[in-house]
């Protein structure tokens, strides 16, 4: 299966923001639900948010009212805008496929400096 490819990352300080991106090629990313995942160090990886073909959006927890999960089909490409982060949300941020996902990329990572 083809692999997403996520871009966007890099070292933040506490507080700040970030937009991560992710790229799917062929048509497949239209009807999927896309999820963005993350794995901190030392932990499993998890589910941060996904969003529905037609834009319904669901959140981790840690996750509500900081970041903002989004797509646009027709550039095949998904967003996740992170706000207020702090030095917990510091992990490599994947994204695939929910919940069937299929081959992991390469993700992208970000720190968190406090």
């Known amino acids: 299966q083809v692999q997403l490819v996520e871009s966007g990352g890099g070292l933040v300080q506490a507080g700040g923001s970030l937009r991560l991106s992710c790229a799917a090629p062929g048509t497949l990313f239209r009807i999927k639900v896309v999820g963005w995942y993350r794995q901190a160090p030392g932990k499993q990886r998890e589910l941060v948010a996904f969003i529905t073909k037609g834009g319904t959006t669901n959140y981790a927890d840690f996750a509500m009212g900081r970041f903002t999960i989004s797509r646009d089909n027709a550039k095949n490409t998904a967003y996740l805008q992170m706000n207020s982060l702090n030095p917990e949300d510091t992990a490599v941020y994947y994204c695939?496929?929910?919940?069937?996902?299929?081959?992991w990329g390469q993700g992208t990572r970000v720190p968190v400096s406090s």
């Open positions: 695939n496929y929910y919940p069937d996902f299929g081959s």
